[in-house]
């Protein structure tokens, strides 16, 4: 198995910034993407960032400009640099990573244990 750990979340005021970083327990065979999510109270969990086994990253249209995802695969790292934060931006923020642990095994999703960010006007 593997735990993900998140640390970075936190309180800030408006137009501050946070990074976050998530961190796998475990070395794995294969990583496959990689990506933040976010929940507010009463809202559905979404995309904030997400970057894949090349490199190429999505971000979501609410945080285009502001968020920056990065990964380091020699140290099982996941990060998100967070910038120009917004009232909005306040949620729990989960990273999540699609790995094998094995070269025959299947690729699973696994999650971390989630952050709080808040951010106050």
């Known amino acids: 198995q593997v735990q993900l750990v998140e640390s970075g979340g936190g309180l800030v005021q408006a137009g501050g910034s946070l990074r976050l970083s998530c961190l796998a327990s475990?070395?794995?065979?294969?990583?496959?993407?990689m990506g933040w999510y976010r929940q507010a109270p009463g809202q559905q969990r979404e995309l904030v960032a997400g970057?894949?086994?090349?490199?190429?990253?999505n971000y979501a249209d609410s945080v285009k400009g502001r968020f920056t995802i990065s990964r380091d695969n020699a140290k099982n790292t996941l990060s998100l640099q967070m910038d120009s934060l917004k009232p909005e931006d306040t949620a729990v923020y989960y990273c999540?990573?699609?790995?094998?642990?094995?070269?025959?095994?299947?690729?699973?999703?696994?999650w971390g244990q989630g952050t709080q960010v808040t951010v106050s006007s």
């Open positions: 970057v894949n086994n090349v490199g190429s990253t």
């Open positions: 475990r070395r794995f065979f294969r990583l496959d993407t």
């Open positions: 999540k990573m699609t790995l094998g642990l094995s070269s025959t095994g299947p690729l699973r999703d696994y």
